[in-house]
């Protein structure tokens, strides 16, 4: 009796007043996202985007690299929905073929400059003092310089190409990123579970990465999507400028470029891949100001 | 502390916009992928036959026998004044007769000031202030019998003494003129080769210059050797840009560097006095305004003729359009040290495999003549060769003949202008069909011209994308392929080195008849020919678009000639 009764009043307790149950923190995030339809548009974009980078080239209806003399600057028709360029390529194909360097050449040196700057924005914040100094300073030193200006310097002394366009996007990448975690750092410095770790000896290796470093993840996601946007229009102005892939390699500031010189008479070669960068970086960009509206608590 | 960095409160109103923008996007898409799914099908059929019913929106330029590509329909024209206004891409640098290096400025000059004797459009001597002229039997004494009775505008003679005056200026090194390469070779920065030996007046009207050695481009250089009154000549603080002391068919009246020269009718010409009035030389660099300006009138003529626009001259109706063969030759020089260019056969590979007749088309809408030879047509002494005709088994089994049937790998470097881009993408495409693959490197062009300053066992150099102009063969040829001519002296780049081809060049230039010498030239083509230090490419034409009432023009090599050209006013 008792028994049941002890069951019947548990299952009664479950039964009866709901509890407010704590929701989990992903899909409470999801929801929120989900409302912001532009940021959503923005997410879609960039997942197709992304795919298109990985089978871009097993897709296109042409060989990006395919000549035909015959049919030279032709306007967008049904053979050729974009068109061809100035050797008769289908500027479709070629389009569709270069996200993955496009996008590639941007993501690697987002990762990279994001790394670089999560690393000395990290020991800054952590260690203060001289070597918070030393290194806030350097940063400063970069920020003086307009970013695609220092690229282009980096790329003139260690040559063009595009890996080292992708050093050259990554170094100016370093000091935005070191001061945002450092930032952050400073603000979970001083909180408890970061003295606790301390008061048990654990070394500053493992409270940075591990204490630490989670919580700066929020602000690294925001500002590395942002930035994403950004290196792409970055790569495409550096090879656009001549600088970044090989004339003959099928990239979006590559093809635009070459285009430029037929804007009078095709101005096609211009309009579509202008198009595309356009829109790439205009998805990245609403999706980071998607995520940053969801994940800071002030906002909402 | 706040992390200032991130935030920034977007408005509503800029997110919406944003949103409006993404939607826009996602349209894009998915037109994209219907497109793509579209075609996506028969992909493993792809290839260029697929585009055949694609056209292409480049009209080609096919000229008539006489160079017309465009002939005006609405001849009735009038011109508003009798003014020819020749609209240049370029810009006119200097109005000195002696200093000037582009040939821009060297067409103006050509207006103001007499040479001795003028080439014409066939690249044969005309007389212009001499009558006439003698060469001796070892070709070393050029004597010319000036015309009586021309003045320059101020008044002083042009008479032997003159022209004496105007020689020894003319190679003085403390004027250092640029046109002072006209007598002089200069080898190194140390060591100068003279062309003359003296130039000395006779009697009053008649003055001989004395050759250590035969110079065929002898009569070349005299074309370019303007006379300046002995006044002016003499005169270190003459500014030539302000007036103009020449004897010639027109005077200067302005000059406004990167904008205009404008010159009036010499009054007091001594020859037949030229119909037209005022010629006005222009600077309009921008294609698309050059031919606004001749479609409204604004301008008579215009140079260079943009390639992509015949569409619209010919719609105009009132413009003629004139394509003229060129001295100039472009090529791809093949560095014959370099492995495995070394091997002739590679080289003849190489240019069996390039598709010439497409280079026209795709390069110069069809206004240039495929290469023939190491020297364009329009030079004298040309002698046309048996061209490398695509074969592209021919030239596999040549690449497998000499071990490289699995290709190579090439790099070529050029100037990073669109169209030299361009060239260099199109010898990458025509070599891949062999399996050679070409890495296209565009440079700077003064990273070029260090690249290819690089002696012989120091250079870098695989493959030039490159061009020479020059209207006499003997330079022609000397510069590019004769064994002193090798880097850093001069631009053998293909470091190609022949005895029998220097004996031939060297008899050639001291064969006193051009019979003679021609006949030498030839055989220098014949040698050079099959042995391929070049992927030859093409020689590109002229382009030169008037308005139906400017008549007579000519192109002779000073450049455009309208002396004896009239307007319907």
């Known amino acids: ?300 | 502390m706040k992390r200032s960095e991130n935030n920034v409160q977007p408005g509503m109103t800029r997110r919406g916009f944003l949103g409006l923008a993404a939607t826009g996007a996602v349209a894009a898409v998915s037109a994209g992928l219907v497109g793509c799914s579209g075609n996506g099908g028969d992909t493993s059929a792809d290839s260029s036959s697929d585009a055949a019913e694609s056209t292409s929106s480049v009209e080609m330029i096919e000229a008539d026998s006489d160079g017309f590509v465009v002939r005006a329909t609405k001849t009735d024209g009038k011109a508003p004044k009798n003014e020819c206004i020749i609209a240049f891409e370029g810009d006119f640098q200097e109005m000195h007769p002696m200093n000037w290096s582009d040939s821009n400025s060297g067409n103006v000059v050509y207006y103001i000031y007499d040479c001795l004797y003028d080439l014409d459009e066939n690249y044969e001597p005309v007389p212009r202030a001499a009558e006439s002229y003698e060469v001796s039997d070892d070709a070393c004494t050029y004597t010319f019998h000036l015309r009586e009775g021309i003045t320059f505008t101020d008044g002083a003679k042009l008479d032997a003494q003159a022209v004496v005056t105007n020689y020894e200026c003319a190679i003085d090194p403390a004027n250092n003129w640029r046109r002072r390469r006209m007598f002089i070779e200069s080898i190194d920065e140390n060591t100068e080769e003279t062309r003359v030996d003296s130039c000395t007046a006779v009697d009053e009207y008649t003055v001989q210059f004395h050759l250590p050695t035969p110079y065929a481009p002898f009569m070349n250089s005299i074309s370019q050797f303007y006379l300046i009154s002995p006044n002016a000549v003499t005169d270190s603080s003459f500014d030539y840009s302000k007036q103009s002391v020449g004897s010639g068919p027109y005077v200067l009246e302005e000059y406004a560097q990167g904008d205009h020269v404008s010159l009036v009718r010499n009054e007091d010409y001594w020859g037949e006095k030229p119909s037209i009035e005022r010629i006005n030389f222009r600077v309009v660099p921008e294609a698309g305004s050059r031919i606004a300006a001749l479609q409204t009138g604004e301008a008579t003529a215009i140079y260079p003729m943009p390639t992509d626009q015949v569409a619209t001259v010919r719609a105009a109706g009132d413009i003629n359009m004139i394509s003229i063969p060129s001295t100039t030759m472009r090529y791809v020089t093949l560095n014959t040290d370099y492995e495995p260019l070394s091997d002739v056969r590679v080289r003849q590979a190489l240019n069996y495999a390039l598709d010439q007749d497409e280079y026209v088309k795709v390069m110069y809408s069809g206004a240039a003549t495929p290469a023939t030879s190491v020297l364009p047509a329009a030079v004298s002494g040309y002698k046309a060769q048996t061209p490398f005709d695509v074969d592209l088994d021919k030239a596999k089994s040549l690449l497998e003949e000499a071990g490289y049937g699995d290709g190579f790998e090439v790099t070529i470097i050029g100037d990073n202008s669109t169209q030299e881009t361009k060239g260099m993408t199109f010898v990458m495409q025509q070599l891949e069909k062999i399996g050679v693959t070409v890495n296209v490197q565009p440079n700077e062009p003064a990273t070029n011209a260090d690249l290819a300053a690089a002696p012989e066992d120091e250079t870098t150099l695989q493959m030039w994308y490159v061009n020479w102009a020059q209207n006499d063969a003997d330079g022609f040829m000397r510069s590019l392929l004769s064994t002193p001519m090798v880097p850093p002296t001069g631009y053998n780049t293909a470091f190609w080195k022949n005895e029998e081809f220097d004996a031939e060049l060297e008899a050639g230039n001291a064969a006193p008849t051009e019979e003679e010498q021609n006949e030498h030239y030839g055989k220098c083509q014949d040698i050079v020919w099959p042995e391929c230090p070049w992927l030859y490419l093409a020689s590109d034409n002229i382009l030169l678009s008037y308005k139906a009432y400017l008549n007579d023009v000519k192109y002779v090599p000073a450049g455009i000639d309208v002396t004896h050209a009239t307007l319907n006013v």
């Open chain 1, 1 to 300: 009796m008792a028994t049941t009764e002890k069951g019947s009043a548990s299952s009664g307790f479950a039964a009866g007043e709901e509890l407010p149950r704590a929701q989990s923190p992903v899909k409470q995030f999801i929801k929120k996202f989900l409302r912001r339809k532009t940021a959503v548009a923005g997410f879609i974009f960039i997942v197709f985007i992304l795919i298109l980078a990985v089978i871009g080239p097993n897709i296109t209806p042409y060989d990006p690299n395919a000549y035909d003399y015959n049919a030279i600057l032709a306007a967008p028709n049904a053979a050729h929905i974009w068109g061809t360029d100035e050797f008769g390529r289908d500027v479709f194909s070629r389009i569709i073929a270069g996200t993955q360097l496009s996008l590639g050449t941007a993501l690697t040196a987002s990762i990279l400059g994001t790394a670089g700057g999560v690393v000395l924005g990290l020991i800054a914040g952590f260690f203060g003092g001289l070597i918070d100094s030393f290194i806030m300073r350097v940063c400063d030193v970069m920020f003086a310089f307009p970013s695609i200006l220092l690229a282009i310097a980096i790329v003139a002394i260690i040559g063009p190409g595009i890996t080292n366009i992708m050093i050259g996007l990554a170094v100016f990448t370093v000091p935005s990123f070191a001061r945002i975690i450092r930032g952050a750092v400073l603000e979970v410095r001083g909180e408890l579970y970061v003295e606790v770790a301390k008061s048990i000896g654990c070394s500053p290796a493992r409270i940075m990465f591990v204490h630490i470093f989670p919580g700066t993840l929020q602000a690294l996601i925001v500002n590395f999507t942002m930035n994403v946007g950004g290196a792409i229009l970055s790569a495409s102005s550096l090879s656009f400028l001549g600088f970044g892939a090989s004339v003959t390699q099928a990239e979006w500031g590559a093809i635009l470029s070459q285009g430029r010189n037929y804007l009078a008479i095709a101005p096609h070669l211009v309009l579509f891949p202008g198009l595309v960068i356009f829109l790439t970086v205009l998805a990245f960009n609403l999706f980071g100001d998607g995520l940053r509206d969801t994940l800071d608590p002030k906002l909402n």
